[in-house]
C-alpha cells in the first residue's frame, strides 16, 4: 500500500480510488505527489480521460446537425451528460441545463441577459464578503452600466456570513442575491436555502455560485429553489472548459440571448432573426464537445461513489486536518464556520504564503497561496494573502501528516 495512505471511515477505500487517478501515482521534486490545491482545479479519473479519448480517437464529429454516423454518436454523447447532470443537480428537465465554459461564464451570462434586461437604474444587487471575484466583477459591472447598486452581506470573525445584516439589506428594490454556495477561500458553506428563501420573500431573484459546492455536496436545485446555479466542470472532476448554468426555464425562456451564430438560431433572413428553443438559445457555436462528454463520464463517476459518501469522508479529512495544523505554533486558520468543505485556510506569523507554498512544493505538496480570486475576504481579515489546503476525497490522513510534517519544516528554515 502507498505510505500516504492510511485510514479512511468503513467502507470508504480511498486506496482504490486513488488507483483511477492516474496524475495521483507520481513523484515530484522526488517525492510522492500530495494533491491539495483540489479548490483550484480537481484531478481527472481515468474514466474521464478515456470518454475524452474516445471522442477523439472513435466519435469525433460534430454534433446537432450532422446526419452521419459520427455526428449522431457525438450528438448522443453530449445531449447524454445534459440528463446526467439534470439527475446530479436535481433538475426538472434537462432544457434547463445550459453548457458554458465554466461558473465564470455562467454567472456573466445571467448579469448580461437577464441582468441587462431586468436591472434598472437605483435597483440593488447583495453580494457577500466571501465571493470570488467572479461573482462580484460581473454584478459590479452590471451595476455601473445601469446605475444600480451593489450591497454586500458582511462576514464575521469565524468566516460565516451575517444573517441579521443581510436580513436588513433585503428591500423592494433588491433583484438579487448572488451567493457562493461553499467559499473557495475559506470553505464556509453558506445557509444558501434560507438564504434564497429571504431573497424570494423580498421579491429578488437568487443566483447560486456553485463552484465549490458541486465536487463536495449532493445539490437539489429544486429543494433549493434556486433560480439560477452555476458550477465548473473541472472542480467536479470533469475537463477544463466546460461548465454548466441552471436556470429555470420560465426565467430562461424570457431572457434574451447573449452571444449569436450557429445552433441558438431557428431561422436567420437580413430582415429578421428567430431564437431557437432552451437550451440551444443560449448555445451559439460549436461548443466543447469532449469536455461536455468528459464532464458526463465526471457525473458518473461520483455519483457511483455516492455524494453523501464523498462529503462525510471529506468531513472527516476536515476534523483531521483542523486539528493537525491547529498544533502547528503560530498557525492560524482563517475561516473556522461551523458549517465548512474540507478546505483549510490558514497564516504563519512571520512567514509569507508563497515562500510556504515554494518549500511544501519542494517536497512534492502543492497547494495555493495567494489571495485565492478573493481580495475582500483577505480585506477582512486584514491579512494580503493565506496559504490553502483544500481537500477531495481521493487525499488521505497520511497526506494531511506529510502537510503538517512539511509545515515544521518550512517553520525550521525560516526560523
Ligand atoms: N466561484 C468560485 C467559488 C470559485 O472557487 C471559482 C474558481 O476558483 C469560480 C467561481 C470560477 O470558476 P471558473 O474559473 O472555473 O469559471
Not at 496524475?23 to 490545491?37: A, M, R, S, T
Not at 442575491?177 to 434564497?196: E, F, Y
Not at 518549500?359 to 475582500?376: E, F, K, N, S
Amino acid at each position: 500500500m502507498n505510505a500516504l495512505i492510511n485510514t479512511a471511515p468503513a467502507g470508504f477505500d480511498v486506496a482504490k480510488i486513488r488507483q483511477d487517478f492516474p496524475v495521483l501515482k507520481q513523484k515530484v521534486h522526488g517525492k510522492p505527489l500530495v494533491y491539495l490545491d483540489n479548490a483550484a482545479t480537481a484531478q481527472k479519473p481515468q474514466s474521464v480521460i478515456d470518454a475524452i479519448r474516445h471522442f477523439y480517437e472513435v466519435d469525433c464529429a460534430n454534433i446537432h446537425r450532422g446526419v452521419h454516423e459520427l455526428s449522431q454518436r457525438s450528438t448522443a454523447a453530449y445531449e447524454q451528460t445534459r440528463g446526467k447532470v439534470r439527475q446530479f443537480l436535481n433538475a426538472r428537465t434537462k432544457n434547463e441545463l445550459i453548457f458554458v465554459r465554466g461558473a465564470t461564464e455562467g454567472i456573466n451570462l445571467v448579469s448580461q441577459t437577464w441582468g441587462r434586461k431586468c436591472v434598472k437604474e437605483g435597483d440593488e444587487i447583495i453580494v457577500s464578503g466571501l465571493e470570488h471575484h467572479s461573482n462580484i466583477v460581473p454584478w459590479q459591472m452590471l451595476c455601473e452600466e445601469k446605475g444600480a447598486k451593489l450591497r454586500v452581506i458582511p462576514v464575521n470573525d469565524s468566516g460565516e456570513l451575517i444573517l441579521e445584516e443581510y436580513e436588513k439589506l433585503l428591500n423592494p428594490r433588491t433583484k438579487l442575491l448572488a451567493v457562493g454556495h461553499v467559499s473557495n477561500a475559506l470553505g464556509t458553506i453558506n445557509p444558501i436555502r434560507q438564504m434564497i428563501d429571504m431573497a424570494h420573500k423580498a421579491g429578488a431573484l437568487a443566483l447560486i455560485d456553485g463552484a465549490q459546492a458541486a465536487p463536495h455536496l449532493k445539490i437539489d436545485v429544486q429543494a433549493l429553489d434556486a433560480d439560477f446555479y452555476a458550477l465548473s466542470g473541472h472542480k467536479a472532476f470533469g475537463p477544463t472548459g466546460i461548465g454548466i448554468l441552471y436556470g429555470k426555464s420560465k426565467l430562461l425562456n424570457a431572457m434574451p440571448p447573449w452571444q449569436g451564430g450557429g445552433d441558438m438560431i431557428r431561422t436567420v433572413t437580413f430582415e429578421k432573426t428567430t431564437y431557437n428553443e432552451l437550451p440551444y438559445k443560449f448555445e451559439a457555436g460549436t461548443p466543447h464537445i469532449a469536455g461536455g462528454i468528459g464532464l458526463g463520464a465526471a457525473v458518473d463517476y461520483v455519483t457511483a461513489i455516492g455524494m453523501d459518501r464523498i462529503a462525510a469522508y471529506e468531513h472527516e479529512l476536515l476534523v483531521y486536518a483542523t486539528a493537525a495544523l491547529s498544533q502547528i505554533p503560530g498557525l492560524r486558520i482563517i475561516g473556522t464556520a461551523r458549517e465548512k468543505a474540507a478546505v483549510v485556510s490558514f497564516v504563519i506569523e512571520g512567514i509569507h504564503p508563497h515562500d510556504i507554498g515554494t518549500v511544501l512544493d519542494r517536497m512534492g505538496i502543492a497547494v495555493r497561496t495567494g489571495h485565492h480570486c478573493a481580495q475582500p475576504i483577505m480585506d477582512r481579515f486584514q491579512v494580503p494573502a493565506t496559504t490553502r489546503a483544500s481537500l477531495a476525497f481521493y487525499n488521505t490522513t497520511a497526506e494531511i501528516d506529510a502537510l503538517a510534517a512539511g509545515l515544521q519544516k518550512v517553520k525550521e528554515v525560516f526560523s
